[in-house]
């Protein structure tokens, strides 16, 4: 009968889940919130520990990223990749990736590739170079630079005291470990990708197109030359700004005896990042209200009421079956740590969020007792909502490809982030193991 009771309680928590990530946006937060009223008025279960904790530093990091936007300053880091991109376009694989994930890593959000997405493609196109080398890529790497930012919205989750922070792991561990893993995932995957399909000029669509008429290059160059202006000096400052308060979270991460007593990571990252939104909006010259006006601070919105309510829920039907999931799973677990990966693996494809993911699934991973550095390895594997073509950097990536190189196959599930994705994801792990046993 518990048993019973039990599943009928996951399929609760799954099908909302499945709804609220269907719904999009807030939508999953919601019906998140709604399986937290059921769970709790419905079957009786006591309410779970809400991620009060992660919320706060989001909002503290998106105000700051936010801030950086309206100043100007994410149009002056475009500019510069650009440029260095159009000096080296035979690489265009290696760079064009590297770059979208050092975007991610400084701002803590994939959605800063959408201003060098169409700038990838329109490099390669020129070089006749296939797109769809360095744009799937490029899109799975700015996702894989969540896991290893200091800013990220997961990397805030994992040290936080909620999750390992409790069992000693700092950001500086993090970042040792997930850094390093990411870079050699990503030179691999460009290596492997430069080999992926035919050549440019010899793809049938792609000839198709020329044929028709709508692929015009230099129409194409004009439309995104914008990126390259030159920079007002305002933006110039307000990027270091940044880069000043995402400098000051790092050197406390890596070195915790700096921090005052009873003082934890995730506090800091609260005070540091709000506190330097005031310098980027000084050095910017940028008036307050502006920072509400930009995609950055509508997406942490967003960020934040899906974590509330997708990991309230998590945390109330897990806390209340917490002796039966862990006597169930913990035989698995013992025999295969690493099966707890694949787990995180579908749960991020369900969630579509590496901090959903992490709040979800890794206090369970905690309560089972498996070893907090292994923990950290698995940390890439939350990045595997690349699955399903239907993430919004992916869906950006298709239309900025316009050779239609870059596509979704016939049974949806074939399509051009597939294989950047699952090499990124093994590869990322096999490091960070081998990292973790050397630390």
Request: hydrophobic content about 55%; charged content about 10%; glycine content about 8%.
């Amino acid at each position: 009968m518990i048993t019973t009771l039990i599943l009928i309680e996951l399929a609760l928590v799954l099908a909302f889940i499945f709804i609220g990530a269907r719904v999009g946006g807030i939508g999953l937060g919601m019906y998140g919130m709604l399986g937290v009223f059921i769970l709790v008025y419905g079957f009786g279960l006591a309410p779970g520990t809400a991620p009060i904790d992660v919320m706060m530093i989001i909002l503290a990091v998106i105000t700051a990223s936010a801030a950086l936007q309206a100043s100007g300053g994410l149009e002056y880091m475009v500019s510069v990749a650009a440029r260095f991109l159009r000096n080296h376009p035979d690489h265009i694989t290696y760079y064009g990736p590297l770059c979208t994930w050092l975007f991610c890593l400084i701002a803590g959000t994939a959605h800063t590739s959408y201003s060098l997405l169409p700038i990838i493609s329109e490099i390669a196109q020129a070089n006749k170079i296939r797109p769809e080398r360095p744009v799937s890529l490029a899109t799975v790497s700015a996702s894989l630079g969540i896991t290893g930012s200091p800013v990220s919205a997961a990397t805030a989750a994992i040290v936080s005291q909620d999750l390992l922070g409790s069992k000693g792991i700092e950001l500086g561990t993090i970042l040792l470990v997930c850094i390093p893993a990411s870079i050699i995932a990503i030179l691999v995957a460009a290596f492997i990708e430069n080999r992926v399909g035919c050549e440019l000029t010899e793809d049938a669509e792609y000839q198709r197109r020329v044929k028709a008429g709508i692929i015009d290059p230099e129409a194409d160059a004009r439309n995104i030359r914008h990126a390259e202006e030159h920079p007002s000096s305002t933006a110039r400052r307000s990027v270091w700004a940044f880069l000043f308060g995402v400098a000051l979270v790092v050197l406390f991460g890596f070195f915790p005896s700096l921090r005052p007593e009873g003082v934890t990571m995730s506090q800091t990252i609260e005070m540091i990042m709000m506190s330097d939104a005031i310098l980027i909006l000084l050095a910017g010259h940028t008036n307050v209200k502006d920072v509400v006006k930009g995609n950055i601070f509508s997406a942490g919105i967003n960020a934040v009421i899906s974590i509330f309510g997708i990991a309230w829920m998590g945390s109330t039907f897990y806390t209340g079956n917490a002796e039966v999931i862990n006597n169930a799973l913990s035989g698995m677990v013992d025999t295969a740590p690493l099966l707890f990966a694949i787990a995180l693996f579908v749960m991020s494809i369900m969630l579509f969020s590496q901090a959903a993911t992490v709040t979800t699934l890794y206090p369970v991973g905690i309560a089972l007792g498996i070893n907090p550095m292994l923990l950290v390895a698995m940390f890439p594997v939350v990045n595997g909502y690349f699955f399903l073509p239907n993430y919004p950097t992916e869906v950006a990536a298709i239309d900025f490809d316009r050779t239609g190189t870059t596509h979704v196959g016939r049974y949806v599930v074939n399509h051009s982030f597939q294989i950047p994705g699952f090499v990124t994801t093994i590869v990322a792990v096999a490091v960070a193991l081998l990292i973790i046993q050397i630390l």
